[in-house]
Nanobody, 120 residues
């Protein structure tokens, strides 16, 4: 099983980025796909998740600014990030689990992470 995250980069505050996570080796359409992030010196936090049926969950910190979506045909999940803030700076990880949960310890599979840096 491999989750390959991409799309990170450097952007100014107020800008946008779209992250992608391509899954291989699992039927991602049967899994919840989620994004977590870890800022320097902080714990990894839940960002957003989407179930196979389209149920969504967002953290309060990103609700209204970020949109998670998935393309089951492509085994890919996306995170559209708008109105980015410096506090969004972190390494973003995608993850997969059979059930919708915000608990990172429950997730079976993880991508390698992609760096997002938002300058003020």
């Amino acid at each position: 099983v491999q989750l390959q995250a991409s799309g990170g980069g450097l952007v100014e505050a107020g800008g946008s980025l779209r992250l992608s996570c391509a899954a291989s080796g699992l039927a991602s359409s049967s899994y919840v796909m989620a994004w977590f992030r870890q800022a320097p010196g902080k714990e990894r936090d839940f960002v957003a998740a989407v179930s196979w049926s389209g149920s969504l969950s967002y953290s309060n910190a990103v609700k209204g600014r970020f949109t998670i979506s998935r393309d089951n045909a492509k085994n890919t999940v996306y995170l559209q990030m708008n109105s980015l803030k410096p506090e969004d700076t972190a390494v973003y990880y995608c993850a997969a689990h059979p059930l919708l949960t915000r608990n990172q310890n429950a997730y079976n599979y993880w991508g390698q992470g992609t760096q997002v840096t938002v300058s003020s």
